[in-house]
């Protein structure tokens, strides 16, 4: 017997995990302690050293049955006491479990370390007990932390909900807030950087502090928050790193009185050019002036309504209020003189310095915004009534009636309001008008329009979403005399739009980031890394040929305007392409290659069928097409400007799958009437006609009857299609339904496809099915009526909910609750309360084979492993199903692998045919969802893609031992042993975390401290929203990260993952969050201004936010900056609020806050 090292105390780290029995080794039956106690462990029942023969082990046995009162004589914890008295004290041996109970235990093993008994173990029946969990493996935590970090890096895409817009000329940086309170600054291609407010209040406005260094001003809520933009933490300089600080805040006082807070309630915010004062118009008329930086009030500029009222004539007058504050303007050219206008339609032109208003313009229909122009001599006022105003500046008259000129451009029938209008000089003498809105009521109120006006030229661009608000980049230095704007950039509700205003026709510009993903909404996504530069180069000639047509007409390719900042991102060192399917019918392929998702391709699968959807690609320029110029002559002159397209004729055409091979160009889409479609890329646009194949997947099945849409119908003529991916064969599955699973090896020239009927084999190279297998239980019915049906049985769903809860009170009276009924049970207990057990299985009950949807195939899978025996290895196809079952068949490819091809060497090739045959059937015991399926080779690694091993493009796969398959199902992750299909190791996620399976991937992960170091580790995501990763094959789990909100159901089906430890998934309808596993492989904003510094001011709607950029290098602003909190941020992406003072009821709020974030 081998006891632990002498003078050990005993502890219970000691011990193993297990209680051994079945073993007589002890030569002792009492121990020592040393503090002089000694216990004889036979006198008190607990220990036995005599052999016991079988024959009187049975009788005690017996005897125990008849008298089972005996053994309870002694107290149920006497024992355990003991045991737990002498655990807390230091002994030279440990103790040893009892022989309470004689018939049923024999001498058992001492209580020792895990490592010293190990091998007896083995050979030893053992008791499972919890006890608490070794310590971790030094070494092994280090690899993980070179491996795997956690960090969400960028956000892709339109921003959700836009609010307010912002540009600084001299920056050129352009701002644009949510109605989630973010802040988005954009500038070149890779520039750009968020703020967030901790109140999900919207930003209604933004305004850059003109002359400065970025800065804003933003509308939301009862609070102006001032901001401050660093690009140094704690004094030392980083590159790439932007941090958000608060600075200051202030509130603004009620008016005497007055309980209800709508007085001072914020409407708009004017920042001087000298920077040195804050307007704040509120709605009950009042102006309210605050110095900066410090954000201190100026009472002595205060104006208030009252004031201006005595200004006015009496006739003016009429007892009515002259409403709240609708614009501020600053004079071009005269400073310390401003603009304001007011609801009623007043304009007052007030001197700061005389406090004494100029000159009032009574103007007598509601105003809506003011613009000045740029001499100073004139200005423009926008009404509710559908009309604009211009109005003379003069210095003799103190009161004009009456404007310059009055225009209602789409009059004379009532119009909607003007809501806000530009006026830009040119050097060709007639100014360009801008303004949104005012297109008649009754005709075309429900259009969302821009109208570009210059001389006779009368341009209505026609968006499909509504305008948030637009700019000009146009000049700003003082000593030119014309603006000459350049470019027009439009907000709209749903994406970004910039037009080219010095080139003729005002063409639209492509947008190199912020294009709308949900132009269509998106119903799947796919992600391909390291695309070969070949692909890559014809993808981008396709994509630019798609915009040939404008750019021929282009007197020249013009800059993209918003240009600021520096990307200090490297050049990526692979291409990736993103590709999402929309519901249109359309395959959209984005460089996800860095920062900015920038569109490639866009492939439209809709002129394959007889729809009523126009497969045109883009929206064409009027110059294009002459029956686009005919239209134009209609009034008002509509031009259809955006891609936003939220509508679809035909939901048939929506995709479901994608699948690209990189090496052989061979595409695969699938949608929801069933339909799958091969492509081939091609540089040359061609007429053809598309074979069509079907394969029902029924197989003339009696009993189902399908209820749900028609299939959709092909075109039975040649049709065009432009250069880039074009259909080659059309397989079309019966019954109609959404395809729910696709699998494409182009070496073999197979696809697979799977639907909530069964799944299909198609062979697309010879043209021929096959296989077709049907996966429908007889109580499918609810399969037969497809995802566009909404016809559901009540009485069926009350039937199986009851069902399911007689099922669980059954299983619930079949669980018995088992008491200890001996010692050892007993100490068992007693020892399990006092450690720290790990968390018990969730007890998962089985799912039932007749649930509805148990057909839908969920997963496919090509490998070329081995199947019939551990010899001969070939190709194989992998079927996971909704029910728990896994089909597996071999396939017999002409000319691959040790099938019949090669028994009959010499056979043409091209008469043979693909065979696939039946191999084996797995049924997972609880009939959980199979998630996916992946075949490991001899080394525990997944098999190479098609292609990469064939042209040494990867490690050739192990094919020399036997291989494995992972079977990811919705409740534990499971290897099997092939070919004979036994169970290696399991890991159940649900009955030990509580979450299901909903996303699987197996990724490659490189050390950061090891060039040549990495893992292959299986990445899963449940429902949950957590990253859970386990090691491959042994399934040992390595880290687990939250990663999504459990609530947002949505994101966790969208997500997608990377070959190299990234991963995107949808925040919004128009946004993908990417985020990062891996420690090595980040795709993070790295940018620089020109500027180092940035100030910015907030206010929380529905007060008027505002943003202002101030030099933090000037002394006035570094004294307040002294009294903040020193921060720093641990991680990317950290944000570090500080919220500002309570607000009492009826408080308006200027206030400041810090955000902090590191890129």
Known sequence: MLYPKPNVP???????????????????????????????????????????????????????????QQHQRRSPHSW???????????????????????????????????????????????????????????????????????????????????????????????????????IKIYGAPGVEFTGLHKDTTAVTQIHFLPG?????????????????????VGGVKKEGVISLQEVDNYSLPGRPGIESCSATRVTV??????????????????????????????????LLQDQVTQSLPDNYRCGKSLGPVESLQEHPQQTGKILIGYSRGLVVLWDLSTRHADQLFLGKQQLESLIWERSGNLFVSSHNDGGYSVWAVTSGNACNHQPVSSTIPYGPFPCKAINKILWRTTQTGSPVMLYSGGMPRASYGDRHCLTIQQDKEHVTLDFTSRVIDFFTVHSIEQEKEFDDPSA??????????????????WPSLPTPYLAPLHSSAITCSCHISSVPSKL??????????QQGRQQMHRVRSPNWPICGGKNLAPPPKQQELLLTGHEDGTVHFWDASGVALTPVYKLSTANVFHTDCDPSDDPQDPSDDPDMQQQEEEWPPFRKVGCFDPYSDDPRLGIQKISLCKYSNKLVVAGTAGQVIVLGLSDEPSDHLVDVSVVDLLQDREGFTWKGHDKLEPRLKPAPFPPGFQPLVLVQCLPPASVTAVALHAEWNLISFGTSHGFGLFDYHRRNAVLARCTLHPNDSLAMEGPLSRVKSLKKSLRQSFRRIRKSRVSGKKRTISTPTSKVQEANAALAEQEEVAPVQRRIEPRSADDSL???????????????????????????????????YALEVPGVGSGRVCERGGTNESNLCVEAVLGKEIQLMHRAPVVSICVLDGRGKPLPDPYEASQDLAITPDMTSAHSVLIASEEQLKVFSLPKVSAKTKFKLTAHEGCRVRKVALVVFSSTAQEDYNEHTLVCLTNLGDMHLFNIPGLRPQVRYDCIRKEDISGIASCVFTKNGQGFYLISPSEYERFSLSAKVLTEPLCLNTHTHFLVFSLFSPCVFSIFITPFSSSSLAEPLKTLPSTSSPGRKQWLLWRPVSLSPGTQLITTFLAARMF
């Open 536 to 545: 890559w180069e014809r993808l981008i000639n396709a994509g630019k040929a």
């Open 10 to 68: 005993f502890r219970s780290s000691w011990l193993c995990g297990r209680f051994c029995v079945n073993c007589s080794q002890i030569s002792s039956p009492s121990l020592a302690h040393n503090n002089g106690v000694r216990v004889n462990w036979e006198e008190e029942g607990l220990w036995s050293n005599s052999p016991r023969p079988k024959q009187q082990q049975r009788e005690r046995r017996a005897q125990s049955r008849e008298e089972p």
């Open 80 to 182: 355990a006491s003991r045991l737990a008295s002498l655990a807390s004290s230091d002994c030279a041996a440990p103790p040893v479990l009892p022989a309470a109970n004689p018939g049923l235990f024999s001498p058992c093993f001492p209580l020792c370390p895990l490592g010293s008994w190990l091998p007896t173990l083995r050979g030893s029946k053992m008791m499972k007990f919890r006890f608490r969990r070794q310590g971790t493996d030094p070494q092994r935590e280090k690899i993980k932390q070179e491996l795997f970090a956690f960090n969400k890096t960028v956000e892709h895409g339109f921003p959700h909900q836009p609010s307010a817009l912002a540009f600084d000329p001299k920056l050129q940086l352009m701002a644009i807030g949510t109605k989630s309170g973010a």
């Open 488 to 505: 027009l950039v439009v907000l709209l509700e749903e994406e970004l739009v910039v037009i080219d205003l010095q080139t003729p026709g």
């Open 269 to 302: 915010l004017l920042l001087l050019k000298s920077c040195e004062l804050l307007c704040i118009g509120t709605e009950g008329g009042g102006v309210y002036f605050l110095e900066l930086p410090h954000l201190l009030p100026k009472e002595s500029q205060m």
């Open 212 to 232: 400065q260094v970025s800065q804003m001003i933003d509308n939301c809520g009862h609070k102006v928050n001032m901001l401050c933009l660093l690009q140094e």
């Open 854 to 888: 148990s057909g839908v195939v969920r997963c496919l899978c090509f490998a070329d492993t081995f199947l019939r025996d551990g010899t001969h290895h070939g190709p194989t196809l992998w079927a996971g199903t909704n029910s728990g079952s896994v089909y597996t």
